[in-house]
T-cell receptor, first 114, second 116 residues
């Protein structure tokens, strides 16, 4: 069965510092991978996704993620944090056959310090 | 294009009462999903519709939860009777086809349910 692990339920960074949010997946075949962001009292918004091809994926708001098959990881990064990045971030995998459903990680709440 | 709409945004009920949530997906999207998001956890899929047919309801507590999407457009999710552990945010999402794992899901703002 597929699963997603997000290390660190809370991450704090200073404004302007590097953001690194970790995501590891468990799957017998490389899945499709997604990062979503959730601002307070809002639904989830897609940041980026990996399906096939280039392993470095660029998303909205300056975020990017790299798919590393050997490490079964899909970590999310942003070179310079902004106050507006404070939110909860969810990594998800999608099955590559069958009913194509998402399995979400437990989320990482990012706090940006002034 | 308009996003996924949900109502109500907030609902407070007593245990053993019933409650219903409504979702209107993005126009033309064939697949509709209902998720339960308990505080501190990621969303968990409850039920997935392809047009007006159920594709996956393996995690839906069928003794108390029901959902329908009669005309293949909007959907309702009902809980009857509610339990304390049903307190959560209920998210609705839709995707264009749902026939590929690469399909992006678009989420509504959610309904926050508090069961007292």
């Amino acid at each position: 069965a597929q699963s997603v692990t997000q290390l660190g339920s809370h991450v704090s960074v200073s404004e302007g510092a590097l953001v690194l949010l970790r995501c590891n997946y468990s799957s017998s075949v490389p899945p499709y991978l997604f990062w979503y962001v959730q601002y307070p009292n809002q639904g989830l918004q897609l940041l980026l996704k990996y399906t096939t091809g280039a392993t470095l994926v660029k998303g909205i708001n300056g975020f990017e993620a790299e798919f590393k098959k050997s490490e079964t990881s899909f970590h999310l990064t942003k070179p310079s944090a902004h106050m507006s990045d404070a939110a909860e971030y969810f990594c998800a995998v999608s099955t590559t056959s069958g009913t194509y459903k998402y399995i979400f990680g437990t989320g990482t709440r990012l706090k940006v310090l002034a | 294009e308009a996003g996924v709409a949900q109502s109500p945004r907030y609902k407070i009920i007593e245990k053993r009462q019933s409650v219903a949530f409504w979702c209107n997906p993005i126009s033309g999207h064939a697949t509709l999903y209902w998720y339960q998001q308990i505080l501190g956890q990621g969303p968990k899929l409850l039920i997935q519709f392809q047009n007006n047919g159920v594709v996956d309801d393996s995690q839906l507590p069928k003794d108390r939860f029901s959902a329908e999407r009669l005309k293949g457009v909007d959907s309702t999710l009902k809980i009857q009777p509610a339990k304390l552990e049903d307190s959560a945010v209920y998210l609705c999402a839709s995707s264009r086809t749902g026939l590929a794992g690469t399909d992006t899901q678009y989420f509504g703002p959610g309904t926050r349910l508090t069961v007292l």
